[in-house]
């Protein structure tokens, strides 16, 4: 693993540089790109990140996402940085083929890399002790003793929330604590961040609300929840997956819920299964099934129907709770 000394290295040596993170960024994504560009721009380099904006949704009025980029050209840059993901078919399918062209590729991500996962990095620090990638790149900012401005706080501090989901996730650690204190004094815009990530809601919310309070179906005694959307429902709720996303971490707040899955349709016959537990570590359930993720919140996507993921559930449920 490299340390944050040859990160700055690398970044000193470049001239231009590409900024990705997986598809379908969270806040800490896309928290930790915007705030690797500051750092970037702090170091006297051109830097351009590249996501594909599909919906508008509570990101938008956090993040600026008007300055991301869709068109990449991997010999435009010397140096390509991935962020909160460690494998390029994890990426925007978009950017993929050309990511993978780059004759510099360096890794910063927070999720274990697993056993059954093919990693050829050298470039790469992956810290699954940390809570987000968004603290590693804060980490850097403070190794070159740089304060980061108002807006790249505000970015870093959204990352945190999101992936501690406002402390709390067992992900913790002193050192979050005192970041978030840290990118307070900073002068991050903190009720901006709750306001559109936690406090507003909008009529397609309430729409997705009702339905999933009303199509839950509970397995072993009231153990596991789990609620299908599929693009049919969707439409018909006048809704986009985006909406359907932000409630990932509602059926394990559910008194005596210990496992849950949020499934969703991307495109017909794909569904991602989003999975939460208050106790159990999911990861190694999520790797087997191609996913990845964090010990009580994770994922991965599957390639058939609802009818036979309606019949697969009871067995991962057994599984999962089994160990």
């Known amino acids: ?77 010397d140096l390509v940085v991935l962020l909160d993901v460690h494998s390029i078919d994890r990426i925007e399918v978009l950017f993929q083929e050309e990511v993978s062209k780059a004759k510099d590729i360096m890794i910063i991500d927070h999720h274990k890399v697993s056993e059954n996962e093919k990693f050829e990095f050298k470039n790469a620090k992956i810290m699954p002790e ?16 740089i304060k980061p401005s108002k807006e790249c706080a505000t970015y870093l501090y959204a990352g945190l929330m999101g992936d501690t989901d406002r402390f709390l996730h067992s992900n913790l650690s002193q050192r979050v604590f005192e970041d978030a204190i840290f990118l307070m004094q900073c002068g991050a815009y903190i009720q901006h961040v709750y306001d559109f990530m936690y406090r507003y809601i909008t009529k397609e919310d309430i729409k997705v609300n009702q339905y999933l309070y009303n199509n839950i179906t509970y397995l072993d005694g009231g153990k596991t929840a789990f609620v299908i959307f599929s693009i049919r429902d969707m439409k018909k709720l006048g809704v986009g997956i985006d909406a359907v996303k932000e409630f990932s971490n509602t059926l394990i707040r559910i008194k005596g819920v210990e496992l849950s899955f949020l499934i969703y349709e991307r495109v017909p016959k794909e569904y991602k299964i989003s999975m939460r537990s208050a106790s159990v570590n999911l990861v190694p359930f999520s790797n087997k ?35």
């Open 130 to 145: 940390m809570a987000a990638a968004s603290e590693i790149v804060l980490s850097l900012f403070r190794d070159e003793n």
């Open 289 to 323: 099934m191609g996913g990845g993720g964090h010990p009580n919140a994770t994922g991965f996507s599957v390639f058939y129907g609802k009818t036979k993921i309606k019949q697969e559930i009871p067995k991962w449920s057994l599984e999962i709770l089994n160990g």
């Open 1 to 77: 693993m490299i340390t944050n000394k040859k990160i700055i290295e690398k970044v000193k040596k470049a001239k231009n540089i590409a900024i990705f993170a997986h598809r379908d960024p969270d806040p800490d994504a896309l928290g930790s790109m915007f705030g690797f560009g500051e750092f970037c721009q702090k170091m006297g380099k051109n830097y351009s990140i590249f996501a594909v904006n599909k919906y508008d949704n509570y990101l938008n009025h956090i993040f600026p996402m008007d300055r991301t980029k869709q068109e990449f050209v991997s010999t435009d840059f």
